[in-house]
């Protein structure tokens, strides 16, 4: 295990702020963007560039400033620094034209749970001014792909998490977006669930000419993209795919199970020169070609080993490689569930 590194995108105070000629061909470019709620920096100079077409996702714990950052994309909430264009319009001075050109879906249900699937879908394309001959072939449209036009004039009370949450993707593309924002889109939802949705967000990619955005603190969703920005405190520690990230680690995890975990971190440190940590109860570490240095530990006298895993770099050996940290560690970490703003955690 490895100290912190410093970030991909340290930069100097003066960069250059983004124009509507560098954003040809993103769909989302930041630069320098900055949110600050009285002492606390949300986000804390975060550089972007999200081409269009691109699935891209933003890995990491509560309060690491993912939802901060789409709030502000997605025009609801003003950087105190730096600038955002989206689909070509800047997010404070444009904030109309963005808005027409994005869908987005909440961690939490915003559907009026009175209202059947159909009614809630006929509000949206309204509001945002859908001509009405294109309403009824839109609507049918955005249910198939969900899999809900079957259940169009059912109260929406009456439907699972899971249909709820392929409901709101379906409102989110009422009007045809360029770029869908999800945020935590199966935060709540169990494995089965979860898999569902991403099978509907994979056949939207291919029947949609869109862009998709969306934040996680799941692993295993973070793999369904095309590239990942990892974000701590406020910041983006690596931004790569998932392969180049989990490549960059080049170790190994090993987690031991042992009657006394300090003896066992002590004589890592002092045989073999290797810093471990205690994660999930576990002794903890990073090493090139763990299942030939596994052997290594039986033959130490003194250390009693109950269980050992080795497993190839995950997205969260990559977390703990570039912050010191698992995500769930960080996760338990008070100062990091700060509630903050209207979507509650930052």
Known sequence: MTAPRPGPHDRPADIALPTAEDAVGSAVLVRGLEKSYGPIRAVDGIDLDVGTGETFGFLGPNGAGKSTTIKILCTLAEPTGGRALVAGHDVVTDRAEVRRHIGLVFQDTTL?????????????????????????????????MVGLWERRRDKVLTFSGGMKRRL????GLMHSPRVLFLDEPTVGLDPQTRASIWDYIHQLRRQEDIT????????????HCDRIAIMDAGRIVALDTPEALKASVGTDRIQIGTEDPQAAIELLAGRFGIEAAI???LVTFAVAGGEAFVPRLFAEPGLSIRSVHVARPSLDDVFLSYTGRTIRDAEATPADNMRIGPWGRR
């Open 279 to 281: 994660h999930d109860d």
């Open 112 to 144: 009026d749970t009175y209202l059947t699937a159909e009614q809630n879908l006929r509000f949206h394309a309204e509001l945002y001014g859908l001509p009405r001959e294109v309403i009824g072939p839109r609507l049918q449209q955005v249910l198939e």
């Open 212 to 223: 998709i955005f969306l934040t996680t603190h799941y692993m295993d969703e973070a793999e």
């Open 168 to 171: 709101e993707i379906a409102r």
